[in-house]
């Protein structure tokens, strides 16, 4: 892999003709490597070096060194996770968009820690990669934030190590650097994502018997992201490499009977599945299921002592699986474009139906929640396999909440939940530094 050097001041926005520069020479790269075996996430991140670093504790950040932060002492990956949840609940973003954040997030991260461990700096050097790296992502994705605010979340952090450690003062300069220039490989990657572009209702098939139609209360005229099925996949091809088998047809007996049981179980709902439905519900405004799956994920990584080396690759494998899934979930939406079930159940069996949870306002299949939870287990079952079992479960009830909240066919969350299983696979199969030598010992 060729090795260029990248650094972009962090106060200052790189030029129309320079940014056009940088783009394409990162999607060179990008083709070169795809080929080859995965050292990073990001093309290129083998090339970048520390050089003329500034080393934390010296002139005005005596003060900042001094400081007390609340979060001090806490892992990385924990401090940063957490953060970019506030920022998704915040923002109010969607599944999709908390999805995006967050597997940028967690990619830099690890790239950077594989960076600093790579150009044998040591465990603090490595830590610093993290923190730098982390809060440029966040600064990126949250510019509406107080400017300067995640930025000096990172260097609070930098500089409270260096308080700790002053003797690897050189080593913590040279990981933030890393950091800092891996996660300007990191944003130069979301510029042309496509996660940026827009819609034309104009493509939007003729209708037809059995396509998705806007559903009340909502009944918005158009879907939500119908581009998303074309974002760029972390590890798959596109999101089309890995799909689910066709849905049943519009008239099809299986098709009937999964609104049959839409209504039958919506009408006899028990206090305990309209618990099971409300917690995983999950919608704008929450921390989304990507981000539950990273609580569930943490918890579990505390709970088994995991180092943070190793939660930094798991988060890192968890959310590109989710993302991925997510992606390739979108793809069959709107592949298929099925009406949901409260519109097959308004043509031709109850009027008067309206399901428990609002019904989101895009295609039934295959379920979001299903999709996303699928390869969720997958990554959290190889990283923690005492805990196989609960994973499952948690994973079966997400998709089976759909159900209950009558805005999916049990076909939707079973093909779903298969989906995601194999991408999650997938990941494992193809991520860098991934497998059983990474797995809870």
Request: charged share 20%.
């Amino acid at each position: 892999m060729t090795n260029v050097n990248i650094s972009i001041p962090m106060e200052t926005r790189p030029c129309r003709w320079g940014l056009i520069l940088l783009m394409t020479m990162f999607l060179a790269l990008q083709a070169n490597s795809y080929a080859a075996a995965l050292k990073y996430w990001l093309p290129d991140a083998d090339g970048i070096r520390a050089e003329n670093v500034q080393v934390y504790g010296t002139g005005h950040q005596t003060g900042i060194q001094a400081r007390k932060v609340s979060w001090s002492g806490r892992q990385a990956t924990e401090m940063w996770n957490d953060e970019a949840l506030k920022l998704v609940v915040k923002y109010r973003l969607n599944p999709l968009r908390a999805s995006r954040v967050l597997s940028y997030l967690h990619v830099a991260m690890q790239d950077a820690v594989t960076r600093a461990e790579n150009a044998r700096l040591r465990q603090t050097g490595q830590i610093a990669s993290t923190h730098a790296a982390a809060a440029a992502m966040l600064g990126y994705f949250f510019p509406l934030e107080l400017p300067g605010r995640l930025e000096a979340m990172g260097e609070s952090a930098l500089a409270t190590l260096t308080a700790s450690q002053s003797k690897q003062a050189q080593d913590i300069a040279a990981g933030a650097r890393m950091g800092r220039d891996i996660a300007h490989l990191a944003i130069l990657r979301a510029f042309d994502d496509g996660a940026d572009e827009v819609w034309d209702a104009r493509t939007k098939p003729a209708m037809r018997q059995g396509m998705w139609r806007g559903t009340p209360p909502l009944d918005s005229a158009q879907p939500q992201e119908a581009l998303a099925g074309e974002w760029q996949t972390w590890i798959l091809k596109n999101g089309g490499e890995i799909q689910p088998p066709a849905p049943p047809a519009y008239d099809s007996e299986i098709y009937l009977r999964g609104a049959k049981e839409v209504l039958d179980v919506s009408r006899s709902l028990t206090p305990k599945q309209k618990q099971i439905a409300d917690d995983w519900h999950l919608d704008q405004g929450t921390v989304t299921p990507p981000g539950s799956w990273n609580l569930k994920a943490i918890e579990l990584a505390n709970k088994r002592k995991q180092t943070e080396n190793d939660r930094i690759r798991m988060l890192a494998a968890l959310n590109v699986a989710i993302q991925d899934a997510s992606i390739a979930c979108w793809h069959a939406k709107y592949t298929w474009w099925v009406q949901r079930p409260v519109t097959t159940i308004h043509e031709g069996m109850d009027k008067s139906f309206m399901p428990y949870l609002v019904t989101p306002p895009h295609p039934s299949y295959v379920s979001g929640h299903a999709t996303a939870s699928g390869a969720a287990a997958e990554i959290l079952k190889r990283f923690f396999p005492k805990d196989a079992r609960q994973i499952d479960a948690w994973a079966e009830e997400a998709a089976m909440s759909r159900l209950y909240g009558g805005i999916h066919y049990r076909f939707d969350n079973e093909a779903g939940l298969a989906l995601g299983r194999r991408i999650g696979k997938a990941v494992l199969e193809r991520a860098p530094e991934q497998g059983k030598k990474r797995s809870e010992r």
